[in-house]
């Protein structure tokens, strides 16, 4: 049985969160490590959530705290935003029913507003979550241009398939040159071969990312990226503008993984603030409303290796057909644009219509905020990030520009410091990014700050 961490580190942190220790050793008789996603687990032991309302999280001991983790970015209107749920009961009660396996009115009317906000993305599909998007984003690139590799940056999540569980947070002793990073395999279960098929890139080097794609581009259909990585660390304009050229020259495929970056960077997404058009873009997160969500969209031409043609699916019984199948891409899934949460992702694109500078303007406050406490003691950092997205990232640098940037930074400081602000009721999960919503108000922020000046004056 895994066993609990009790470090000096987390003395603080245990004392207030007995009821989650507790409950965690009851969750690891049940799930293996007692969590359902890994990406929930860290030590000594996750806290366990009781309920949320607005900027606020409540757990099982009754502590409240502001949280920043919001799901890992989804709740962009906090917790329980009243036009969420009113949203999602009045479709359920003109529905009749939560699912109705065919076409629904919703897929045309979320699809006109991604267009209108996305219109790189002119054709869609929507699906389950970001992973699935992104999967099939690889699938539509590979049956596109008929060529099975893709590249992939070092540092940049895509979701948790064999394909890209490569190089996203890679030991540096096995990362290889910075300009032509090895790829590793970073979970047990994928196979060798996925190291031969997904390549990988230096995140914001043109130079090295060009030649690497002239190189082997008779291999690779499609070159993925977070446009932030990690959500945080942007891409410099010059580099998305390049590899946006390159790609085009060389017949591979751009792919924007904007499942974080994606109505938070602004509403138009990376892709609105750079003013670089992918051919093929992912959705998720923000867009659900909280709900399990995924869109792809891009350019007609390629969305259309999707489009069904008579008895040309996998599951069509009729023989003399059958042929046609392999001249299809096959997408499918039961709950693919479910009217609920459809409804709940049109109610967020209502609010965020009004308030989203509002959430631009705050996150700049409260990033102002924590650099000039910082800067009052004299620790070099810097809080990096787009939009409605940073990271507190404790370094020396003057550009944190990617992977290997990322690894110079203090990160058993940035530990030390998120342990200590847990138990001040400022919540994300150690080490990781801050999103806001609009629920975050003047008054969370001045009670951030107030808890940050507490914890840095201890130090
Ligand atoms: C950039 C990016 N792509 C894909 C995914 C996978 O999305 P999901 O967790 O909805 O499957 C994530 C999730 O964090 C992500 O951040």
Known sequence: ?????????????????AKSKEFMQQAMQVMPGGVTANIKSFAPYPIVMKSGKGAYLTDL???????????????????????????????????????????????????RKIQQYYPSMEMIRYTN????????????????????????FEGHYHGGYNQVLLSVNPPLEE???????????????????QAENTIILPFNNLDACAEILRKRQHEIAAVMLEPAQAGFIPAEPDFLQGLRKVTEELGILLIFDEVKTGFRIGIGG?????????DITALGKVIGGGF?????????????????????????ASTSQKSSAKDVLFHSGTYNGHPTILSAGLAVLNVLEQEMDQVMAR???????????????????????????????ITEL???????????????????????????????????????????GEEEISLTLEAYDKVLSRL
């Open 1 to 17: 049985m895994t066993v609990i961490s009790s470090e000096p580190l987390y003395a603080e942190f245990m004392k207030k969160t």
């Open 61 to 111: 001991d009754g502590n409240r705290y502001i949280d920043y983790l919001l799901s890992y970015g989804a709740l962009m209107l906090g917790h329980g935003h009243p036009a969420i749920i009113q949203a999602v009961q009045q479709q359920l009660a003109a529905d009749g029913t939560s699912l109705f396996g065919t076409p629904h009115r919703l897929e045309v009317e979320m699809g």
């Open 129 to 152: 979550s970001g992973t699935e998007a992104t999967l099939l984003a690889i699938r539509m690139a590979y049956a596109y241009t008929g060529k099975y590799k893709i590249a992939k």
């Open 175 to 193: 990362a290889g040159p910075s300009s032509e990073p090895n790829a590793v395999i970073e979970s047990k279960g994928v196979e060798p071969y």
């Open 270 to 278: 990376a892709q609105a603030y750079y003013g670089v058009k992918p």
């Open 292 to 316: 399990p969500v995924g869109i792809i969209g891009g350019k007609k031409e390629i969305m259309m290796v999707s489009a069904p043609l008579a008895a040309s699916d996998v599951f069509d």
């Open 363 to 393: 996150t700049e406050q409260l990033k102002t905020g924590i650099r000039q406490l910082f800067a009052q003691r004299g620790i070099a950092m810097q809080t990096v990030g787009l939009g409605t997205i940073f990271s507190v990232v």
């Open 398 to 440: 003057e550009h944190v520009r990617n992977y290997r940037d990322l690894q110079k930074s203090n990160f058993e400081l940035r530990k030390k410091i998120d342990f200590q602000l847990l138990a001040e009721g400022i919540y994300t999960k150690p080490l990781n990014r801050y999103s806001m919503s609009t629920a975050h």
